[in-house]
């Protein structure tokens, strides 16, 4: 399910023409990749990796360090980007890239 997600947003991102579009685009392909980062490091019956006497199943706390790192980075970026959008529209009066590129 989630390639048939990533792979309908790459071909929104190759294929629109729209900044905007292809801003969202790139939000739904980095939360696929968080999303799989955390599945992958996902273990059943595990607990929290705190030191108790009893030896149990820990999960490992790293993934969820990285991907809670990876929103805050997407999130700087996702208002960058809309951010330079907003401000190639007031110059231009378009978001559109074919229209840019002819400019």
Do not use: W
């Amino acid at each position: 399910m989630i390639l048939l997600i990533m792979s309908v947003a790459i071909y929104g991102l190759i294929v629109s023409d729209n900044l905007i579009k292809k801003i969202m685009c790139l939000n739904i392909i980095e939360s696929l990749v968080i999303l799989t980062f955390l599945t992958t490091g996902y273990q059943e019956r595990a607990v929290a990796p705190i030191i108790t006497d009893i030896v149990t199943n820990y999960v490992d706390p790293i993934p969820q360090a990285l991907m809670l790192t990876a929103i805050v980075i997407g999130v700087c970026f996702n208002s960058l980007a809309i951010a330079i959008t907003v401000k190639v529209y007031y110059k231009y009066h378009t978001i559109k890239v074919s229209e840019l590129h002819e400019r």
